[in-house]
């Protein structure tokens, strides 16, 4: 519901000291460096440190070894001492060697082992062909040729009956070729294979072997069932070995992962001879953690501001919100995070989203079934979208309450009602339509005017008096909106709240103050260029952008509709399904059929809903009072180890 004060730190020290001001001061999650070359005139003689990062090599080489061997390294809470390059270097020397030799020794069991099934592959085409292939191979005055052509093909060797040499014998088929083969005298083998090529003929290289297809195939199979073993036992070595070593690749893994990710932070650091310059951000509410670490420091000096009294970088933005509303940041987020000086509308957007959801998703047991999907979402597989959905899950069971829905059965919760006093669910849909749209529209109009209630609040903070009072989205905005929908509200009912004359007035006050609108906000809020170039084209340009504004406030509302028709969707979506159901007799049938319809319809409702309700949050709401321009606040964080390694 807030946003966290930022801090611009200055940090300037010997350059030996630049790992340990790192290591202590800026790796823990609350500090986001800068490029500090930004900072610098290039008269003071300060350059950027430019390093090569003697870690990353050893780095991606103990993951590659791993990766190989299908290993995942994980990083050690402690080490028990220091570990020196040279002593991880010859590790993982030693490590890649002994593991290049063990793959080299599988890579030629595996390329013997594609071999055999290649050749099993070959064989199988041909198991008809009773005959064995070494004495074919060996005859002294014919040539045979083994391959496949299409079927079509085969067809045409009618038109070579003629030719005594063209015989194809085939072995087997599939749906599109057929497998064989064909002989020839050694002098006619050359015009043979020219006409067989012409019936696309394509050959293959049968290896040498002995015996008949069916034979070298059994042969084949026992050297195939051999080398599996061979692999099999290959592997349980390499896994043995990587047993032996797992907690030591750990450590090591563990000792880079820290002192590369240290390394990469050097190069935002400015150098000038034996000093370093480093700046960044600092929430507040980590500033006496750091200065604690930093006191420790003797040849380091910071200095800690309220901004960047340069202006080369705007502030980043951390949204500080409760637990509950937290997962609705990152819908915050892919719209644009807010400034650092505006209004972080993650509440907002949590509540409004929720019971919006809710009111168009509502149904008590599917709203059941969306929260435990959307919790196994989060915890399983780690989706910000899960922990949205809870919260969206039980809205959809409050309304469902609301409705008497539960997977679409209307009469469950009746004990329930009249045991509250109630003769019936409070709200039956499909007897409650106009009232459903009209409330619709009502939601539209109270969300409406509280964005721009919310873009007033944010105006008069940044000082912009003159938007809050004159603006589409400012004060003037909120008395033609209201006026306009108490005009329709008098004109559909014939009630009148506020009379039609009052109303004129008012309407007609607010259009001429926002056809003015640029001249007014420029002298209250003291813009430079506040005066028109062109009488003519002001005049044509804020004509059509009146216009504008008031077509944008009617689309804006009659958006808002799609909160009441989603509502008779669902209604209608499971009034089908029960009807399509009730076209068998057989209760297990229908019980199938109401299961599968709740479940279509539950996926598509969620994604539907999802989409629609995100939409009025983007383009009704947030373009009346959020900007998002702001930049995401995205500190360094380390794995946390023992003192002993840093």
């Given at each position: 519901m807030a946003i966290a004060n930022m801090k611009f730190v200055k940090v300037i020290g010997l350059l030996s000291e630049l790992d340990a001001f790192l290591g202590s001061c800026c790796v823990d999650g609350t500090f986001q460096p800068e490029q500090a070359m930004q900072y610098m005139s290039d008269s003071m003689g300060y350059t950027q440190l430019v390093e090569e990062n003697p870690y990353a090599p050893m780095l991606q080489k103990i993951e590659e070894l791993a990766s190989s061997s299908g290993i995942h390294l994980r990083e050690v809470e402690k080490i028990p001492k220091p570990v020196t390059n040279e002593e991880t270097e010859a590790f993982i020397r030693q490590l890649g060697s002994r593991m290049s030799e063990l793959h080299d020794e599988r890579k030629v069991l595996t390329d013997q082992l594609a071999t055999c099934e290649s050749a099993i592959t070959q064989f199988q085409h041909f198991t008809g062909l009773d005959i064995n292939l070494d004495d074919l191979f060996s005859c002294e005055f014919i040539k045979v040729r083994f391959g496949h052509m299409p079927k079509e093909s085969t067809q045409k060797l009618l038109a070579y009956a003629d030719n005594p040499y063209m015989l194809f014998i085939p072995c087997s088929s599939d749906a599109k070729e057929d497998w064989g083969v064909?002989?020839?005298?050694?002098?006619?083998?050359?015009?043979?294979?020219?006409?067989?090529?012409?019936?696309?003929?394509?050959?293959?290289?049968?290896?040498?072997?002995?015996?008949?297809?069916?034979?070298?195939?059994?042969?084949?199979?026992?050297?195939?069932?051999?080398?599996?073993?061979?692999?099999?036992?290959?592997?349980?070595?390499?896994?043995?070995?990587?047993?032996?070593?797992?907690?030591?690749?750990?450590?090591?893994?563990?000792?880079?992962?820290?002192?590369?990710?240290?390394?990469?932070?050097?190069?935002?650091?400015?150098?000038?001879?034996?000093?370093?310059?480093?700046?960044?951000?600092?929430?507040?509410?980590?500033?006496?953690?750091?200065?604690?670490?930093?006191?420790?420091?003797?040849?380091?000096?910071?200095?800690?501001?309220d901004t960047d009294e340069v202006g080369k970088t705007i502030p980043p933005v951390k949204l500080k919100n409760p637990r509950i509303f937290r997962p609705f940041e990152y819908l915050v987020g892919m719209f644009g995070l807010p400034s650092g000086k505006d209004i972080d509308v993650t509440a907002f957007v949590a509540i409004t989203y929720t019971v919006m959801f809710g009111i168009m998703f509502g149904d008590f047991g599917q709203g059941v079934v969306l929260g435990i999907a959307g919790f196994l979402m989060w915890k399983l597989k780690g989706m910000q979208i899960g922990k949205i959905l809870v919260p969206c899950g039980v809205s959809a069971c409050v309304f469902g309450l609301v409705y008497g829905e539960c997977f679409g059965y209307e009469t469950w919760f009746d004990p329930l009602y009249h045991a509250v006093g109630l003769s019936g669910k409070p709200v039956d849909i499909m007897e409650s339509i106009t009232g459903l749209l009209l409330v619709s529209i009502g939601i539209g109009v109270v969300l409406l005017v509280f964005t721009m209630l919310i873009n007033i609040y944010g105006c008069l903070k940044h000082k912009k008096f003159g938007e809050a009072l004159f603006s589409q989205s400012g004060l003037t905005g909120i008395v033609l909106y209201?006026?306009?929908?108490?005009?329709?509200?008098?004109?559909?009912?014939?009630?009148?709240?506020?009379?039609?004359?009052?109303?004129?007035?008012?309407?007609?006050?607010?259009?001429?103050?926002?056809?003015?609108?640029?001249?007014?906000?420029?002298?209250i809020d003291h813009h430079p260029d506040w005066k028109p170039e062109s009488i003519t084209d002001y005049i044509l340009e804020n004509f059509f952008e009146l216009f504008e504004y008031i077509l944008s406030f009617f689309s804006n509302t009659i958006s808002f509709l799609r909160i009441g028709a989603f509502v008779l969707v669902h209604a209608g979506m499971m009034t089908a399904v029960f009807a399509i159901a009730g076209l068998t007799s057989s209760t297990v049938v229908n019980l199938i059929v109401v299961v599968l319809g709740n479940i279509f319809v539950m996926c598509l409702e969620a994604l539907f809903t999802s989409i629609q309700v995100m939409r009025l949050e983007f383009y009704e709401l947030f373009s009346r009072c959020y900007a998002g321009e702001g930049r995401s606040f995205e500190p360094v964080r380390l794995h946390h180890v023992s003192e002993s390694i840093q």
């Amino acid at each position: 519901m807030a946003i966290a004060n930022m801090k611009f730190v200055k940090v300037i020290g010997l350059l030996s000291e630049l790992d340990a001001f790192l290591g202590s001061c800026c790796v823990d999650g609350t500090f986001q460096p800068e490029q500090a070359m930004q900072y610098m005139s290039d008269s003071m003689g300060y350059t950027q440190l430019v390093e090569e990062n003697p870690y990353a090599p050893m780095l991606q080489k103990i993951e590659e070894l791993a990766s190989s061997s299908g290993i995942h390294l994980r990083e050690v809470e402690k080490i028990p001492k220091p570990v020196t390059n040279e002593e991880t270097e010859a590790f993982i020397r030693q490590l890649g060697s002994r593991m290049s030799e063990l793959h080299d020794e599988r890579k030629v069991l595996t390329d013997q082992l594609a071999t055999c099934e290649s050749a099993i592959t070959q064989f199988q085409h041909f198991t008809g062909l009773d005959i064995n292939l070494d004495d074919l191979f060996s005859c002294e005055f014919i040539k045979v040729r083994f391959g496949h052509m299409p079927k079509e093909s085969t067809q045409k060797l009618l038109a070579y009956a003629d030719n005594p040499y063209m015989l194809f014998i085939p072995c087997s088929s599939d749906a599109k070729e057929d497998w064989g083969v064909y002989f020839a005298p050694r002098e006619q083998i050359e015009e043979v294979d020219r006409n067989f090529a012409s019936l696309y003929f394509e050959r293959l290289r049968i290896p040498g072997a002995v015996g008949t297809p069916e034979h070298i195939i059994e042969e084949i199979q026992k050297n195939i069932d051999l080398l599996n073993e061979q692999i099999a036992e290959l592997d349980a070595r390499i896994a043995a070995h990587w047993n032996e070593e797992v907690d030591h690749c750990n450590l090591i893994y563990t000792h880079l992962k820290w002192f590369s990710g240290l390394f990469n932070l050097r190069r935002y650091a400015a150098r000038h001879g034996d000093s370093f310059f480093y700046v960044g951000w600092l929430a507040e509410d980590a500033v006496k953690a750091f200065e604690k670490h930093a006191r420790k420091l003797r040849k380091v000096t910071y200095e800690i501001n309220d901004t960047d009294e340069v202006g080369k970088t705007i502030p980043p933005v951390k949204l500080k919100n409760p637990r509950i509303f937290r997962p609705f940041e990152y819908l915050v987020g892919m719209f644009g995070l807010p400034s650092g000086k505006d209004i972080d509308v993650t509440a907002f957007v949590a509540i409004t989203y929720t019971v919006m959801f809710g009111i168009m998703f509502g149904d008590f047991g599917q709203g059941v079934v969306l929260g435990i999907a959307g919790f196994l979402m989060w915890k399983l597989k780690g989706m910000q979208i899960g922990k949205i959905l809870v919260p969206c899950g039980v809205s959809a069971c409050v309304f469902g309450l609301v409705y008497g829905e539960c997977f679409g059965y209307e009469t469950w919760f009746d004990p329930l009602y009249h045991a509250v006093g109630l003769s019936g669910k409070p709200v039956d849909i499909m007897e409650s339509i106009t009232g459903l749209l009209l409330v619709s529209i009502g939601i539209g109009v109270v969300l409406l005017v509280f964005t721009m209630l919310i873009n007033i609040y944010g105006c008069l903070k940044h000082k912009k008096f003159g938007e809050a009072l004159f603006s589409q989205s400012g004060l003037t905005g909120i008395v033609l909106y209201l006026s306009g929908v108490c005009f329709v509200y008098n004109f559909m009912t014939s009630k009148t709240i506020v009379p039609n004359a009052v109303l004129g007035v008012l309407i007609g006050i607010a259009c001429i103050i926002l056809f003015f609108k640029e001249i007014l906000i420029g002298l209250i809020d003291h813009h430079p260029d506040w005066k028109p170039e062109s009488i003519t084209d002001y005049i044509l340009e804020n004509f059509f952008e009146l216009f504008e504004y008031i077509l944008s406030f009617f689309s804006n509302t009659i958006s808002f509709l799609r909160i009441g028709a989603f509502v008779l969707v669902h209604a209608g979506m499971m009034t089908a399904v029960f009807a399509i159901a009730g076209l068998t007799s057989s209760t297990v049938v229908n019980l199938i059929v109401v299961v599968l319809g709740n479940i279509f319809v539950m996926c598509l409702e969620a994604l539907f809903t999802s989409i629609q309700v995100m939409r009025l949050e983007f383009y009704e709401l947030f373009s009346r009072c959020y900007a998002g321009e702001g930049r995401s606040f995205e500190p360094v964080r380390l794995h946390h180890v023992s003192e002993s390694i840093q």
